[in-house]
């Protein structure tokens, strides 16, 4: 473990921190032949060999080199559109490649396949699992089945008044589901308490033209405050479900 995370913090502060702007726009602009990939490279590399402190094996800092490198030119092949999807991609395929790693420096010590089964198959882990999946988009389906009708109601009051981001109310529901879901889990439920406040601080300050009905207003008002009340409950008894879980 204290392997694995020396190489990540070395990977951190390689591409997070040691990697000027210029560097990424070099990379992004020539590809494999940009000196920036190979100045970036040779960063990883030495904080790898730094941070590992295996002096006598600099192979392996080598190797993670390499292997970062390679992903890196995957990454400038098929990302053209700096999308999201590939830097989450990116990030999984180094944190692969960096778990291989710490597991061969340490393979004769490493824990048993059927040990790791063990920890896989308890039904706590399960059902943490299964718990934060049904939180995300399951419960976004859901919420969006049973708010349809105000939603309707609304676009009858003012059509094409909705001006809000595509998606994003769908992806800020999952993001506070997510967080409630972990604080009953952990059992800190005053942190819900701080969500909601703030959450309330945001809508307080939501404004509309002056030509938006105001019943419009004051319906679309009710309609997040059900819509927000009942994703939270789902969230809530999801958790409360796994806490119950031995």
Request: hydrophobic share 55%; with cysteine; charged share 15%.
């Amino acid at each position: 473990m204290t392997d694995f995370l020396a190489l990540l913090t070395a990977h951190i502060l390689a591409d997070f921190y040691f990697q000027p702007a210029e560097w990424v726009l070099g990379k992004r602009k020539n590809g494999w032949k940009s000196r920036s990939l190979y100045a970036h490279l040779l960063v990883v590399t030495v904080l790898s060999y730094l941070f590992l402190g295996r002096w006598a094996q600099p192979h392996v800092a080598l190797l993670i080199g390499l292997a970062h490198g390679l992903i890196d030119i995957i990454k400038l092949r098929f990302d053209t559109q700096k999308t999201t999807g590939w830097f989450i991609y990116d990030q999984l395929l180094h944190l692969v490649s960096l778990v291989a790693a710490a597991w061969l420096l340490n393979r004769a010590d490493a824990v048993s396949l059927e040990t790791v089964m063990s920890f896989v198959r308890n039904p706590r882990v399960f059902g943490a699992v299964a718990g934060v999946l049904l939180c995300l988009t399951p419960v976004s389906f859901l919420v969006g089945m049973f708010t349809r009708p105000w939603r309707a109601e609304l676009e009858r009051i003012a059509p094409g008044a909705e001006d809000n981001l595509d998606n994003a109310g769908r992806w800020i529901g999952m993001s506070e589901r997510l967080l409630i879901f972990v604080f009953v889990w952990l059992g800190q439920y005053a942190a819900i308490g701080f969500l909601i406040a703030a959450k309330s601080l945001l809508r307080y300050n939501d404004k509309h033209p002056a030509d938006i009905p105001a019943s419009y207003v004051s319906k679309k008002s009710e309609y997040v405050l059900v819509g927000t009340l009942a994703s939270y409950t789902c969230a809530i008894m999801i958790a409360l479900a796994v806490r119950l879980l031995k």
